[in-house]
């Protein structure tokens, strides 16, 4: 380990962004220095916005339009002299990428050509670059087709070569993705996001390959990620980001274990997966046990039908108490946001039957519009995307007094302009939002503001039960940290109960009360929290839990005498000062 | 492929280019062009102090001056009266065939695209039969139904855009009914009539507007094509096609007559479609 | 139907879904898809018969009375009814439906009130000279949009990219017919370089074809540009870049398959602007086709030839969407497999 593979030094990059009619340049990383060592992993960690990718872009060469590197160098020492990237000539920067750098690229679903099959794409490499000898005709490039197939664990590669990516799953694709990017192995490779679009327990493999590989070939690995319990898993040094600028660097136990800067330890505080807390205990039976607030019974839904049917729930049971949070876990395609679309009286489904209090959900059939509209007084949903849940061209007053609108008087509706503002601000300061933001549209809204807005709309007309479909995916751990506790304490205040639809394991630990761990559209196994997390029936759900990212040596361990809920949230919202 | 010199930089541009607006400076020419057409079309008069119908014989084919800045025709009449009096038929029939087709075609694209079921099937069959015959051959179909002449051109020309505004009002409709906040709208309470009026018109019709404004340029230019043809207005009104149509005898000696005015008709209709572009930036 | 192919979503929908562990559709799905697609347009192509029939027969009265009952031709009632009965006309508008149609399935098109010739005989005659002008003008318009396309998205130099990505809005805006009266006052009477009487039959058809492409030229190239900017903006065309990929890698392997889809979705619109095309480019420069045939036909109101014409340019449309329908999944392999709705 004499000197870096790859040495940044003061890096700058900005964008030109328009501005009115003209353009401004807007800085997007500032003064941004790393070291690569050969055969280490390096992981870049950051929010969104916190210019981790365009670090990553920059290295290899592919700014988007209009971005530039304003300074410093971008040092790759291959034997002989370093090169400069950033004051390479193009050509010769083409010349390098995909022989000595290559990316592993963040959303395997469209980063394959859709019209090539899957072995013309794990060529190109071999294509482009042909002045290595080994692969100049076609057989030879075949075969190592097949080979590199085979080694990134694909099952009958021959097969697989011929096949098309839309007839792959998204971990198989993420295997050719990575399949090409090994073919000419590489000195570095940038692996942007390379499991954030993928189910946990296809994550942990597709992770778990990169390592292996870079075992076999000796190179270095630049792990972009949001996620802060990946990195401290897979990497030998971390390197955090904020708002363009590096925050702090080291090796990964020092920069965890010991965060030298306030924004690390937040980070850190809101990861779910490092968190230190312990399932929600079981509650005492009491009086209502005997009927649960929300009960589904028998519940099936097909889409399709005759030979085409395809069965997404499969006969799924599950009760919630009045007041608690039930969680529904499962990967993609296990039929959880069916099942949640449902009990919020979205769509009807084939069979079963849904239960709110003494209310059927079912009752009245049909498509939203036509169903019996008394029952979305009572269940309401919050699902993953605000920004597309609200209406661009309605401002927020109106996006959360809408529901109100909706009813007569004698159903708790407001049709008085002024009681409107009323209960609108008081909605807002209800999600703790400052009232300003009434008078403007979803787009000027940050995603965790436009999160609250989605929650205080549901919660306008006072529901009983709320589902949260995937309702914290989508945000920066903090926000998301921060949502969470908004969701809590409404829960405390409200007496809400919560159908929580999630596929990470580590929220679920945190806020809820009972889970459903889905696979396939079937109930592998269902129960208190704090039987299902921490002494886990089935198999699968095992697999889950063991998905989870975070080293060993970061995991809580269940001898950790843990400090109270209360005690945490304190802790927290120190930092949160600190930081801001 | 010698010309196309492939260098990458072009290639790293591409992606953002797709989405970059056009400059605003054309929109103001655009704009003015526009506005200079509707007061030739409302005001002829204050533009031209000569006669469109009537010529000066001792004045005949005589190429552009300061007396006559377009010049003259075979009969002495001045062509730039002609061209500014001609506004008035040419755009109120273009402003008829847009209606007609936003009218009709819009109230099948709504409907079918919001009540769905069989509805949306009848209504988009007849539309794919309507999409089936040519446009001209469509238009000329309904002119041997209604007779010649500027109104029934226009209305022709109407009739065949029928089926795009259908098409693309019912695609809005079903994107605006697919989205989360319907979901969201219905999901709360609201009824269908609630949910049309709040989210789905006002979210679907933007795109509608900028095509009726794309197709007003395209209605000036199928009616000038109607007029060229000869089933348009009647000679000697002047329309913009006909006037093209009647100067064909004389292209050898006075290249005035066809040229002027179709840059004429050219810089209105791509001032109408710089127009619709800029709406549909807008309402994008 | 010309939308019925679409670009499939990229990706996602059926990653690791659904669709991961069910069997591929058996060929048969594929041949049923097919069959049920050619019912479909068998269905358009009647109901456009339907429309044009009842479109020309709705006339108060009807053709005859329109055609011969004009004062000038001073026939009296009794042989206007004669002239009816002899074309059918006095029978119920459904049995003229019928007896209408029965000669289209078997190759009768009627009669001309104007000529009293054969419909079909005037049109074969017509064909072979508007299919000149129209395959030479098409084959010109893809030349000029291909080359339009490809210097406006991968072209050296800013400037460049935008002055080619200003034409073709361009010329959709200008009225064909005077684009052929301008062609023909420059390069004949300017110019002197093709003779207004007695060029021969190859000079004679270069401005007509000139004239037709243009209209052609400016949506292809419209649609093209828009293509290969979707697709240069898609992630795959960024991994092959990181891969080493050159422009010209690019352009062949990544963006012209992908670009061609979109573009064969608008062939039929494209038809219809070669119908148009002919319709104006052979009044203007006083050739003889279909599309002459066609002007003369609504002149003086010879509804069985513009009845023919209608309804044979419907088919061909029809027929055309059916093709590339049928032909796109060669081109995406993602439209091989029924995708779930």
């Known amino acids: 380990m004499t000197e870096p593979l790859l040495r940044v030094d003061g890096l700058a990059v900005s964008y030109r962004t328009r501005q009115g009619s003209g353009h401004v340049r807007r800085t997007a990383v500032e003064g941004v220095s790393l070291e690569l060592g050969r055969g280490e992993v390096l992981a870049l960690v950051g929010e969104s916005g916190s210019g981790k990718t365009t670090i990553g872009q920059s290295i290899i060469g592919l700014l988007p339009e209009g971005g530039r590197v304003e300074a410093g160098s971008i040092e790759l020492h ?4 370093p090169v400069d990237l950033a004051k390479l000539p193009a050509r010769a920067v083409q010349e390098l990428r995909g022989r000595r750098i290559a990316l592993v690229p963040q959303d395997p679903g469209s980063s394959l050509n859709p019209v090539q099959t899957i072995g013309a794409s794990v060529a190109a490499p071999l294509r482009i670059h042909r002045e290595d000898a080994r692969w100049r005709d076609r057989d030879s490039i075949r075969r190592r087709v097949v080979e590199l197939l085979d080694r990134v664990g694909l099952d009958d590669p021959e097969r697989r070569a011929g096949q098309y990516p839309h007839e792959l799953s998204g971990g198989m694709r993420q295997r050719a993705l990575i399949a090409a990017a090994i073919a000419l192995e590489p000195d570095l490779i940038v692996a942007d996001e390379p499991t954030s679009a993928l189910d946990v327990t296809v994550q942990r493999r597709i992770l778990d390959l990169l390592d292996e590989l870079r075992g076999e070939l000796g190179s270095s690995v630049l792990l972009i990620t949001h996620d802060l319990a990946v990195a401290a898993e897979r990497a030998d040094r971390i390197a955090v980001l904020r708002q363009g600028a590096l925050e702090e660097a080291g090796p990964a136990r020092e920069v965890l274990r010991a965060p030298a800067t306030a924004y690390t330890r937040t980070l850190l505080a809101d990861a779910p997966a490092l968190q230190d807390v312990a399932p929600r205990p079981a509650r005492a039976a009491g009086p209502n046990a005997a009927a649960p607030l929300v009960r589904v019974e028998g519940l099936v839904h097909e889409y399709g039908h005759g030979r085409d049917a395809f069965r997404a729930v499969d006969d799924v049971a599950f009760a919630i108490e009045r007041g608690t949070t039930h969680a529904l876990v499962g990967e993609s395609g296990s039929g959880k946001t069916t099942i949640g679309r449902a009990v919020a009286a979205l769509h009807a489904p084939t069979a079963g039957s849904i239960r709110i209090g003494d209310r059927d959900v079912l009752a009245a059939g049909g498509s939203p519009w036509r169903r019996d509209r008394s029952i979305r007084r009572l269940v309401q949903l919050v699902s993953q995307n605000p920004y597309a849940s609200l209406d661009p061209r309605r401002t927020i007053a109106q996006a959360i007094g809408e529901p109100l609108r909706n009813w007569g008087p004698a159903e708790g509706g407001v049709r008085d302009r002024a009681a409107l503002a009323r209960r609108v601000a008081t909605a807002l300061d209800q999600v703790a939002l400052p009232a300003d933001v009434a008078h403007r549209l979803p787009r000027e809204l940050s995603g965790g503001q436009r999160q609250r807005v989605a929650i205080a709309r549901a919660l306008i007309i006072e529901p009983e039960v709320v589902v949260l479909d995937e309702a914290v995916s989508a945000l920066d751990v903090t926000v998301q940290s921060q949502i969470l506790e908004l969701l809590e304490s409404l829960q405390r205040d409200l007496g809400l109960t919560y159908l929580f639809i999630t596929h990470d394991l580590a929220v679920v630990r945190r806020i809820a009360d009972s889970v459903t761990v889905l696979r396939r559209g079937a109930a592998v196994e269902t129960g208190a929290a704090e039987r299902v997390l921490l002494a886990p029936e089935h198999e699968y759900t095992r697999a889950l839990l063991d998905a989870v990212p975070a080293p060993e040596w970061l995991r809580p361990t269940p001898a950790d005498d843990r400090r109270s809920v209360d005690d945490r949230r304190a802790a927290h919202d120190d930092l949160r000062l600190e930081v801001a | 492929m010698s010309a196309l010199t492939l260098l990458p930089a072009g290639a790293a541009e591409a992606p953002a280019r797709a989405a970059r607006p056009k400059p605003r400076a054309t929109l103001v020419v655009a ?14 008069w204050l533009f031209t102090s000569q006669d469109p119908i009537a010529g000066v014989a001792a004045e005949a084919l005589q190429a552009p001056s300061a007396a006559h800045p377009f010049g003259t025709d075979a009969t002495g009449r001045d062509l730039l009266a002609r061209v500014i009096f001609g506004a008035g038929n040419s755009l109120a029939g273009a402003a008829i065939a847009v209606l007609v087709g936003l009218v009709v075609g819009t109230a099948l694209g709504v409907l079918a695209g919001s009540v769905g079921g069989l509805v949306e099937d009848a209504v988009m069959r007849v539309v794919d039969v309507l999409l089936a015959i040519p446009g001209l051959l469509l238009a000329l179909s309904v002119i041997v139904l209604l007779g010649f002449g500027v109104t029934n051109a226009a209305i022709a020309v109407g009739v065949t855009s029928i089926a795009v505004f259908a098409r693309l009002s019912r695609s809005q409709v079903v994107r605006v009914r697919r989205s989360d906040y319907v979901e ?9 009539l609630a949910v049309l009026g709040r989210h789905v018109l006002p979210n679907s019709l933007g795109a509608v507007l900028a095509l009726a404004a794309l197709q007003f340029g395209s209605a000036i230019l199928a009616i000038s094509t109607l007029g060229f043809l000869g089933y348009g207005a009647p000679p000697p009104t002047p329309e913009w096609g006909l006037l093209i149509a009647e100067s064909r ?6 290249w005035w007559l066809t040229t002027l005015p179709g840059v004429v008709v050219a810089a209105v209709v791509l001032a109408a479609n710089r127009v619709a572009a800029a709406i549909r930036e807008a309402t994008a | 139907m010309s939308i019925a192919v679409r670009r499939p979503q990229q990706g996602g929908q059926q990653a690791g879904g659904p669709a991961g562990r069910r069997p591929a559709a058996p060929r048969s799905g594929t041949r049923a898809r097919a069959l049920r697609r050619i019912g479909q347009a068998a269905l358009v192509v009647a109901a456009t018969f339907v429309l044009a029939f009842l479109l020309l027969h709705a006339l108060p009265g009807d053709a005859i009375v329109a055609r011969y009952a004009s004062p000038e031709l001073g026939l009296s009632p009794e042989q206007l009814a004669d002239l009816r009965a002899a074309y059918g006309a006095d029978q119920p508008v459904w049995v003229q439906l019928g007896l209408s149609a029965w000669g289209f399935l078997t190759g009768d098109l009627g009669t001309s009130l104007q000529t009293g010739a054969e419909v079909s005989t005037l049109i074969a005659a017509a064909l072979p000279p508007t299919l000149a002008l129209a395959g030479l003008g098409f084959l010109l318009a893809a030349v000029l949009a291909v080359g339009i396309a490809a210097l406006a998205t991968f072209g050296r130099w800013e400037p460049l990219r935008r002055a080619f990505r200003s034409l073709p809005p361009l010329f959709v805006s200008i009225p064909v017919f005077w684009i052929g009266i301008v062609l023909l006052q420059v390069v004949s009477f300017r110019l002197g370089l093709i003779p207004v009487i007695g060029a021969n039959a190859a000079e004679q058809l270069v401005l007509p074809v000139v004239t037709i492409a243009i209209p052609i030229a400016a949506p292809l190239a ?20 990181s891969r080493g990929a050159s422009a010209g890698w690019l352009l062949q392997r990544e ?3 992908n670009a061609l889809l979109p573009t064969l979705t608008i062939a039929g619109v494209l038809f219809g602007e070669l119908i148009a095309g002919a319709v104006v480019t052979e009044t203007v420069f006083a050739r003889s086709g279909l599309g002459r045939l066609t002007a003369d036909a609504v002149a003086t109101r010879d509804i069985p030839v513009l009845q ?4 044979i340019s419907a088919v061909a449309f029809v027929v055309i969407n059916l093709v590339v329908d049928l032909v796109a999944p060669a081109i995406d392999p993602r439209l091989r497999k029924e995708v779930r709705a």
């Open chain 2, 249 to 254: 005898d004389y292209v050898a000696t006075s």
């Open chain 2, 31 to 44: 704009v003015l062009v526009l506005a200079v057409a509707l007061a030739w079309a409302f005001l002829p």
């Open chain 3, 255 to 257: 963006v012209a398959r």
């Open chain 2, 184 to 192: 969201a709208a219905f999901g709360s309470g609201g009824t269908f």
């Open chain 3, 222 to 241: 419209q649609v093209l540009i828009r293509a290969i900017d979707d697709t240069l903006a898609e992630p795959y065309v960024a991994v092959a870049r």
């Open chain 3, 308 to 311: 023919a014409v209608v309804v």
């Open chain 1, 78 to 81: 291959l034997a002989g002299r």
